[in-house]
């Protein structure tokens, strides 16, 4: 057979630099996952699995695992008949998402390695060996831990736990929880160190300090270790066929070598040694646990395994914490929308319950003033700018394409001649309450002069030498301040979330109240039906006898393209799944005035069901006089994915079961039991705060990123004690 001794030749494309031929212009690209080398820590080999052959291995590989042949080209159950006897039994495992971690005797004299394996895309085994690493008492650390994150009470008592215990656990000089916050840039918002470092705490870095293809790996493979960042890279050899066969994906790969440039930031740090675990919420990264060391420091398997787990379930424990600020902004909004209904019952007008308390419209968003464009009138409290400037601020809104939501934090940077409103204005969310223009309830907040601390100058955050030696990504990371002005304190989801929901409370009394007005006032029937035409929630107006006066485009869409006229309330039924149950609300909203609250399953364009709630209410013009009938639809689309979000994870919780072939033995199970309850409660925690929140928009992709969190600790968890008992199938 042929062998290739070198790398497989890279032909690095101008928008995608190969491994080691970036520069500081476009390491943003740089391929990191296709290394073609490791460090020198362990050893590595890619088996082709249909007839065991080793494809690729590291270029120490014989000398490492003390073989007396080069693997390269053999059959690995030719030279390491005790590897591939603990590797088949796990063949069918979900290798290309979890390594497995198998225990094994290798070399002559036989010695003990940990073994890491998973899968390629085109099926290839990658096999990765370590020494293996003291037996530790992990049942202890692991149960205190988890309780710890548990109960931990707010964000900042979470992140500040994480740190503590991370570096009890690996033993680093440094532990940092790094946060990401809405453009990439990274703040340390929490640090447990040794007490002679300099405090990195509250340290800003910008977003090209990581560049985005390394979060990704971020996302997908969850630790990463840097032993020693002086190391000498051991070049990975293939065979012709698996050269011939293209790259080598070391995504998954924890021996991959670490790019130039990023082991020069480091150097550049005075760092020696790195272990990075990623922190991801709703399937995203929210932020990472960076560990520093001063001198080369090596970290065994189950110690990495841990600290994996517990990052899931700090993960798992933020989007907690996160839905329960939701769960708090969403009460809020409810009251409020309850004292608008009040108000329209009672004064016959709703604008004076939003305006009159200004903390109930102000202190969800954390705003210093509001102003509402509605029906070509401001309505302001708390510190705003003037009349015309909100209208002027109106049109400026009317001019961009059509949003639900709007937000900046610097309204004077985005449009300059706004520039004057900064110490009342620089921070402006909007949201649309009608399909009308001008038409905008608004949120403001003052100018914030503030200090940022930046890890360095991010404006001068690199020098460029000849070769990649002299790179600096940044040679000074003392302590940088930059004096913010013209901005506001960012808008975050939360506040996102809380002006969707009271935009859309108003936009439904807006739509509500008019339809009611369309009933009132025929003299302005031509002004209020367009308004009310216009709307995108879908609505019907009749009068008293239930003969439709008016069936809003929206609704019309709604319905099959030829389909019967709705000349009568009592027409809906023909196009409702249930039209028994339909008929009967109908009844008792017409016959006896009662308000129809419910949800029905629309027929619309070929054949399909669509979800909806129904909110009917009759229209008084006194105690004993009906006017007519106002009946609004609301799609439960997102509901009832929320709704199968929520019974997916529970079921995923009442059937978890072991997701691999691997046996405990009764001690290890036992561990097993209790680690895996404590993540359980953590994770059923976590739902029930996300399922609390009014808001659905987000909810199924949560739930399935805990479910998906929950999963994944339970495989860890199983190889950890598995491993940790003996690594060997009974």
């Known amino acids: 057979m042929n062998l290739v001794r070198s790398n497989p030749p890279q032909s690095p494309a101008l928008s995608a630099p190969a491994f080691g031929q970036a520069d500081l212009s476009n390491c943003e690209r740089e391929q990191i996952h296709l290394a073609g080398s490791i460090q020198p820590h362990g050893t590595l080999i890619v088996v082709r699995e249909s007839d065991r052959t080793i494809i690729r291995a590291s270029?120490?590989?014989?000398?490492?695992l003390g073989l007396s042949q080069d693997p390269l080209g053999s059959p690995l159950e030719s030279i390491a008949p005790d590897a591939w006897s603990c590797i088949t039994p796990h063949l069918s495992e979900p290798l290309d998402r979890v390594p497995m971690a198998l225990r094994c005797q290798l070399g002559e004299p036989a010695a003990p390695f940990d073994v890491l394996v998973h899968r390629l895309a085109d099926g290839d085994l990658v096999v990765e060996f370590e020494r293996a690493g003291p037996e530790l008492d992990l049942a202890g650390q692991v149960e205190t831990c988890l309780q710890a994150i548990l109960s931990a009470s707010s964000l900042e008592v979470l992140c500040d736990e994480t740190a503590r215990r991370f570096k009890a656990i690996a033993g680093y000089d440094r532990v940092m929880v790094y946060r990401f916050d809405a453009e990439g840039h990274g703040e340390v918002f929490a640090e447990s160190r040794e007490s002679h470092l300099e405090a990195y705490l509250g340290n800003r870095y910008p977003s090209s300090d990581i560049p985005q293809i390394a979060r990704r790996l971020y996302e997908r493979n969850r630790i990463r270790m840097l032993v020693d960042v002086h190391y000498e890279s051991i070049p990975v050899h293939s065979t012709h066929e698996a050269t011939a066969g293209g790259e080598f994906d070391m995504s998954l790969s924890f021996l991959r070598s670490m790019s130039p440039i990023h082991i020069q930031y480091l150097?550049?740090?005075?760092?020696?040694?790195?272990?990075?675990?990623?922190?991801?919420?709703?399937?995203?990264l929210w932020g990472l646990v960076a560990c520093h060391h001063y001198q080369p420091r090596f970290v065994h398997y189950e110690q990495r395994v841990v600290c994996e787990l517990l990052a899931e379930a700090v993960a798992t424990r933020i989007a907690a914490l996160e839905g329960f600020a939701r769960t708090q902004a969403e009460l809020s909004v409810r009251r409020l929308e309850q004292r608008m209904i009040d108000a329209i019952a009672r004064e016959g007008q709703w604008q004076s319950a939003l305006f009159d308390s200004s903390s109930a419209l102000l202190q969800p968003l954390s705003a210093s003033g509001a102003a509402l464009l509605i029906d070509d009138q401001v309505l302001t409290t708390g510190e705003v700018p003037g009349t015309q400037q909100v209208r002027e601020i109106g049109a400026w809104l009317d001019a961009k394409a059509r949003f639900d939501l709007f937000a900046t934090a610097a309204l004077g940077t985005d449009e300059p001649r706004f520039g004057a409103l900064t110490p009342v204005a620089s921070g402006l969310l909007a949201v649309p309450v009608s399909q009308a223009h001008g038409e905008y309830l608004m949120w403001f907040r003052p100018e914030r002069v503030r200090t940022l601390t930046w890890g360095g100058d991010p404006f001068k955050p690199v020098v460029i030498g000849g070769d990649p030696a002299d790179l600096s990504p940044?040679?000074?990371f003392s302590q940088w301040h930059q004096l913010v002005e013209g901005t506001s304190d960012p808008w975050t989801e939360a506040h996102h979330t809380a002006g969707r929901l009271i935009g859309g409370t108003v936009s439904d009394v807006v739509l509500q109240f008019r339809s009611v007005r369309l009933l009132i006032a025929q003299e302005q029937l031509r002004q209020v039906s367009r308004r009310v035409t216009i709307s995108?929630?879908?609505?019907?107006v009749s009068d008293a006898g239930g003969r439709v006066i008016l069936a809003n485009e929206a609704f019309e869409r709604m319905l099959p393209s030829m389909h019967a006229p709705v000349r009568w309330l009592k027409d809906l039924t023909a196009f409702c799944s249930d039209p028994v149950v339909v008929r009967n609300s109908l009844q008792e909203l017409i016959r006896h005035r009662r308000p129809w609250r419910g949800e029905v399953d629309l027929q619309s364009e070929g054949g399909v069901s669509k979800p909806l709630l129904v909110r009917g209410d009759p229209v008084f013009?006194?105690?004993?006089?009906?006017?007519g009938f106002v009946v609004l639809f609301n799609d439960l689309s997102q509901r009832r994915e929320a709704e199968a979000a929520r019974r997916r994870f529970q079921e995923g919780i009442v059937g978890q079961h072991r997701i691999t072939s691997v046996r405990l033995?009764?001690?290890?199970?036992?561990?097993?039991?209790?680690?895996?309850?404590?993540?359980v409660g953590n994770?059923?925690?976590?739902?029930?705060?996300?399922t609390d929140s009014v808001d659905t928009t987000r909810m199924p992709e949560l739930l399935d990123s805990i479910g998906t969190s929950l999963e994944r600790t339970d495989r860890l968890l199983q190889l950890l004690l598995w491993h940790a008992h003996g690594g060997r199938t009974p």
């Open 267 to 284: 150097k550049n740090m005075g760092v020696s040694a790195t272990l990075v675990v990623s922190i991801v919420v709703g399937g995203r």
């Open 621 to 627: 013009s006194s105690p004993d006089h009906v006017l």
């Open 665 to 679: 033995d009764s001690r290890a199970d036992l561990i097993y039991r209790n680690i895996l309850s404590s993540a």
């Open 59 to 64: 270029a120490n590989a014989q000398a490492f």
């Open 683 to 690: 994770a059923q925690l976590a739902a029930l705060e996300i």
């Open 474 to 476: 940044r040679r000074s």
């Open 536 to 540: 995108e929630q879908p609505v019907i």
